[in-house]
């Protein structure tokens, strides 16, 4: 789906951003279902890595639909995901005591992990204040189109949220692969609106 939005406009800084967004959620979503065929805690340990990577790149692509994105803003914003990914690595400091249990991984948040919480409340809140006030400002089809990623958005966040923050904070890790599935029906609303509707393209 991100590559027929590519294609519609290739020259396109929020048509290129869509792209990366969906090509790093196909990466999630393989090294996910990965990490369970091949039983390995450190594929599994990765999809946080690609996580953080991935709620970057959706807010790039948000600003730059809304209202446009400096190189030095985008350079900030990845450098942020670089300090948290490399948080990843210590041993303990975001997740902790992975374990296969024949189906999925069970796990421990490690010390390190509200910082990530912060991070992914900050990246939707943001997110959805610029697809809202964008939208306001807008008429017709370009509010509509808006309105569209917006509920995607922040239908995923939410449901995102609870399998694969709030869940495993209080102990039930079991169902973190439930954002796989959920990402399939956001992904669909975004390249529809993206799609159907022009926008700055």
């Known amino acids: 789906m991100g590559l027929v939005v590519l294609r519609k406009n290739s020259n396109s800084p929020i048509n290129r ?5 969906t090509v790093l959620l196909s990466v999630y979503i393989s090294v ?9 805690a450190l ?11 991935l709620k970057i790149t959706a807010i790039v692509w948000i600003i730059s639909l809304c209202k446009g994105i400096t190189k030095k803003t985008a350079i900030s914003l990845y450098s942020i995901a670089l300090v948290l990914m490399t948080g990843i690595l210590f041993e303990g400091f975001m997740v902790k ?20 919480l912060m991070f992914s ?19 017709g089809l370009i509010r509509k189109k808006l309105f569209i990623i917006t509920i995607g958005i922040v ?6 949220f609870i399998t ?13 692969f439930l954002d796989i599935p959920e990402s399939l029906i956001f992904i669909s609303l975004l390249s529809y609106a993206m799609i159907k509707f022009k926008l700055r393209d």
Do not use: H, R
């Not at 409340?121 to 008429?139: F, Q």
């Not at 239908?155 to 995102?160: G, M, P, R």
């Open 17 to 21: 951003s869509f792209f990366a967004f």
């Open 32 to 40: 996910s279902y990965l990490s369970v065929l091949l039983e390995s």
């Open 43 to 53: 594929l599994f340990k990765s999809t946080f890595a690609i996580s953080i990577l």
């Open 97 to 116: 005591n992975i374990l296969f249990n024949g189906s999925g991984f069970d796990y421990e948040m490690g010390t390190g992990s509200p910082l990530s």
């Open 121 to 139: 409340i900050a990246i939707v809140l943001y997110g959805t204040y610029l697809l809202v006030k964008t939208a306001i400002k807008e008429k």
């Open 155 to 160: 239908s995923y966040a939410i449901l995102s």
């Open 164 to 176: 694969s923050v709030l869940l495993p904070s209080i102990g039930m890790s079991s169902l973190t």
